[in-house]
Nanobody, 123 residues
Framework: VQLQASGGGLVQAGGSLRLSCAAS????????VAWFRQVPGNERAFVAT????????NYADSVKGRFTISRDNAKNTVYLQMNSLKPEDTAVYYC?????????????????WGQGTLVTVSS
């Protein structure tokens, strides 16, 4: 599975962005797909995941109620809609895919990674 993340950019606090993660080489049908983010000097942190036929989702506490992860099976793309952005959301965002439709929130649970897209939220 090859993953291509896009949609990052510069936005003011309170604004919105939508990230996209497009897959090639396979479909997402049998994979959990997640977004992680990383600030220089910090560990890569879980943000959200989506998995299973009914598109079950799970979020980090820090983004609950502000971010929404969704999946378009026809386009083989997963999205992360980010609303009410805060300066502390500034990071490089990575999408990842892991075989199997079950919940995992740790980096080691995912085998395939996109290249990352930078999100900068100004105050």
């Amino acid at each position: 599975v090859q993953l291509q993340a896009s949609g990052g950019g510069l936005v003011q606090a309170g604004g919105s962005l939508r990230l996209s993660c497009a897959a090639s080489g396979s479909t997402f049908n049998n994979y959990a797909v997640a977004w992680f983010r990383q600030v220089p000097g910090n560990e890569r942190a879980f943000v959200a995941t989506i998995y299973g036929g009914v598109a079950t989702t799970n979020y980090a506490d820090s983004v609950k109620g502000r971010f929404t992860i969704s999946r378009d099976n026809a386009k083989n793309t997963v999205y992360l809609q980010m609303n009410s952005l805060k300066p502390e959301d500034t990071a490089v965002y990575y999408c990842a895919a892991g075989w199997g439709n079950y919940l995992r929130t740790v980096r080691s649970g995912y085998n395939y990674w996109g290249q990352g897209t930078l999100v900068t939220v100004s105050s």
